[in-house]
Structure formats: C-alpha cells, structure tokens
C-alpha cells in the first residue's frame, strides 16, 4: 500500500512540474531603463491575470524657464525621483502561455497608474528648475515582450489621465507614453 501511495504522489510531482505557468508570475523583479529614467519594480500575483506592480525610480523633466520666445529658450531639466503603484490586467497571458511566451509576463497589459513624485530631492542641471510634489492617475494600455528566450525585456505604454501638483492646488491632463527596456530577476 505504502508503494502504491508513493508511486502516485510522485506520478502527481512529475506531473506538476511539467505543467504549464497558467497566468502571471508569482513575484518578479525588473530593472529597466528608457529615454526618461532609470527603474527599479516589483510584480506579485493577485489572481492569475493580475499583478499588482510597485516600482521607484528616477524620471527625468525637461521645463522651459524663460517666458520668451523659442529663439531664447532656456531649458532646464534634471531627475527626480517617483514613486507608482499600479494593478495591471494581463488580458492575454493566458494565450501567450500555451504558446510557451508568456515568460515573465511578457503580455500586452491594462493598467490604472498612480505615480507620486515627492519633492525630496532632484539632480538637476540648475537650482532653480526644482519640481514640486505631485501625483498622477494614469490610466494606460501597454505591451511587454521578452527579448528572445532570455529574462532582458522591453515595455511600451500608452495612457491619458490627471496630474496634480500638490503645493500649486491645480490639476492638469496628463499624457504618458513610456518605452523601455530591462532585465527580470
């Protein structure tokens, strides 16, 4: 009996582990970098097609300072850094992962953002061109994709929503559109 019970725990092991992931992964974590920063985020599983991503990171600004005409444009930019948390709906992991290409969430993904840029510091080209403290409410449509069968990544988004400044009292529209690319741990 003890052989038989055996014999059919590890016939249901093997079978698991050749199993396909259904759904996202459990916990990931990326470094990515594009045009406008440097990041650091984390995926975890809630359901099999969600995944809420934490992410902090540097995005970088560019402003114009000058109030005349484009002929003197003075253009400050700089880094400051962001805080997003954002649950992303990975509406097609499931279709990619019978096809065997849904390694690291690579899927396209729906997304409501909320990003909070803290004016604790800011690495800038002058003094003068610091950002204040804002949060944004983003909501995006994006895409991830593997780059080969290796874990290097890109990720392109696109998304409408709200931006507001925190000391200023205003609320303004908000594009996003990012593209980067990255490694997944």
Same mark, same amino acid.
């Given at each position: 009996?003890?052989?038989?019970?055996?014999?059919?725990?590890?016939?249901?092991?093997?079978q698991?582990?050749?199993?396909?992931?259904?759904?996202?992964?459990?916990?990931?974590?990326?470094?990515?970098?594009?045009?406008?920063?440097?990041?650091?985020?984390?995926? =975890?599983?809630?359901?099999?097609?969600?995944?809420?991503?934490?992410?902090?990171?540097?995005?970088? =600004?560019?402003?114009?300072?000058?109030?005349?005409?484009?002929? !003197?444009?003075?253009?400050?930019?700089?880094?400051?850094?962001?805080?997003?948390?954002?649950?992303?709906?990975?509406? %097609?992991? !499931?279709?990619r992962?019978?096809?065997?290409?849904?390694?690291?969430?690579?899927?396209?993904?729906?997304t409501?953002?909320?990003?909070?840029?803290?004016?604790?510091? *800011?690495?800038?080209?002058?003094?003068? *061109?610091?950002?204040?403290?804002?949060?944004?409410?983003?909501?995006?449509?994006?895409?991830?994709?593997?780059?080969?069968?290796?874990?290097?990544?890109?990720?392109?988004?696109?998304?409408?929503? =709200?931006r507001?400044?925190?000391?200023? %009292? !205003?609320?303004?529209?908000? *594009? !996003?559109?990012?593209?980067?690319?990255?490694?997944? =741990?």
């Amino acid at each position: 009996m003890i052989k038989i019970l055996c014999s059919i725990l590890l016939c249901l092991t093997i079978q698991t582990s050749y199993c396909q992931n259904t759904g996202v992964e459990k916990s990931i974590f990326n470094v990515q970098s594009g045009l406008f920063g440097v990041w650091i985020n984390h995926e =975890f599983r809630i359901f099999s097609e969600v995944a809420i991503r934490s992410e902090i990171g540097l995005n970088s =600004f560019f402003r114009d300072c000058s109030n005349r005409g484009c002929s !003197d444009c003075d253009i400050r930019y700089g880094l400051v850094p962001v805080i997003n948390l954002e649950p992303r709906w990975y509406y %097609n992991i !499931d279709k990619r992962n019978s096809k065997n290409r849904g390694l690291n969430n690579s899927a396209n993904f729906l997304t409501l953002g909320i990003k909070y840029g803290p004016d604790w510091f *800011a690495i800038l080209k002058t003094d003068s *061109a610091k950002p204040s403290s804002q949060i944004a409410i983003v909501q995006k449509w994006g895409i991830r994709r593997n780059i080969g069968n290796s874990n290097f990544n890109y990720e392109a988004g696109i998304g409408i929503g =709200f931006r507001y400044y925190v000391h200023q %009292n !205003d609320l303004m529209p908000e *594009a !996003d559109l990012h593209l980067r690319i990255g490694y997944a =741990f």
